[in-house]
């Protein structure tokens, strides 16, 4: 695709050449953007450049990159469906699947826009930009389900997230790595891992002091006490929290970039799939306004998901709980998912490491701290204290996946001891039927309607 690039596509800013080298922005990318760019296609623009009128060759040439461009063009079926479906009062929980489906291309098409944008940026900006925008998906259903004072829906939907990519994400890699590749001694870098587990750790204090105050305190405290103590120090633990993950965009972007950047071999077989892209197919604006747009159309399902959330959990037999860590994060991030497994079978295991360890560690220090900031400035009282089973789910997963990966090797039986790690944990919320509190007193699934289209997009 790199050496596929008319004038039209990269000259509407007035710049013909991208800021930063070629070379500098290749070795400058992320697990992320190598993970996200093996679900792309190579596009054929032979019969665009045959296009007499230049503005409809722009248009037709970013729709070609933008939404022809990826393995999973279908999926971009059940975007206007689901928004028909709505418009006609089809049952609710129809809509939140349709919604789901509709958010697993646009989460792995944001990644290759703020690639394109990093062209232009350099690889530092773009590094911010995939640090801001990789989670996209999850922030603003966090924002949305808080909006609509669901605070028990963003604990499990962000615990979810980060128990998704730390065992089923991590162990089908290492599983299909280990498959695949059953003859070869797997080996990777320590070094990445080493800094996601340390910040891992301190994000699993700031959630089990809040739930230990609740156990500590002597029968002469009150309730409301203890909750106000526990509201103080998330809100404070949240800030240190987020002060973290600046540090952590500094020593990733800056001072120790190297240890972050997605190595590739020069004589890799399969170089022939996964395109190397040394130079941008769309211009500047072109790809900030298609960012812009599907961020809002991200806004737009995920309003969906969290106003018909309740009505799927009754319409399945499912609990709030099951849908909102187990099958928000495997859809909501199947494309850079799949992109970490298919890594793994081409033994490029630092890949498919950066990509989970990444994603739990920005969830963990920057999505759900950044939660607790919006619900203060809305109101909310939403703390860090997740209860007992979900911090103790979090915490194994935290421990077993920093044993696993301890010795720099790999093999499918690690891979598959953490795959039946999260099948247990999967059970036990699956079967868990206990209902939720949310601070207002109200429970879990049983809180009034609410009409999907009643939100923020409403008329």
Known sequence: MGSIVEPWAITENGNATAKGSSRELRHGRTAHNMSSSSLRKKSDLRLIQKVPCKTLKNILSNFQE?????????LFLAIPLAILANSYHYGRPLIFGLSLIGLTPLAERVSFLTEQLAFYTGPTVGGLLNATCGNATELIIAILALANNKVAVVKYSLLGSILSNLLLVLGT?????????IRREQRFDRKQADVNFFLLLMGLLCHLLPLLLKYAATGEVSTSLINKMSL?????????????????????????????????????????????????????????????????????LSEYVVATIE????????SVGFISIILLPIVGNAAE?????????????????????????????FVVPLSVIVAWIMGIKMDLNFNILETSSLALAIIITAFTLQDGTSHYMKGLVLLLCYVIIAACFFVDQIPQKQPNGTIVGLQPKNNPGSGFFSA
């Open 311 to 318: 009505e799927a959990s009754d319409s399945w037999g499912l």
């Open 232 to 300: 103080n120090l998330s809100r404070t633990s949240s800030i240190v929290m987020l002060i973290a993950y600046i540090a952590y965009l500094i020593f990733q972007l800056w001072t120790h970039r190297q240890l972050f950047e997605a190595q590739e071999d020069d004589d890799d077989a399969y170089d022939d799939e996964v395109t190397v892209e040394e130079t941008p197919v769309i211009g500047f604006w072109s790809g900030f306004a298609w960012l812009v747009g599907m961020t809002l159309v991200i806004a737009l």
């Open 337 to 365: 998912h799949a992109g970490a497994i298919i890594f793994a079978f081409k033994n490029k295991l630092d890949i498919s490491l950066g990509v989970a360890l990444g994603s739990a560690t920005q969830i963990s220090l």
């Open 66 to 74: 933008v939404i022809l461009g990826t393995k999973l063009t279908l």
């Open 173 to 181: 890699s290492l599983f299909c790595g280990g498959i695949a590749n």
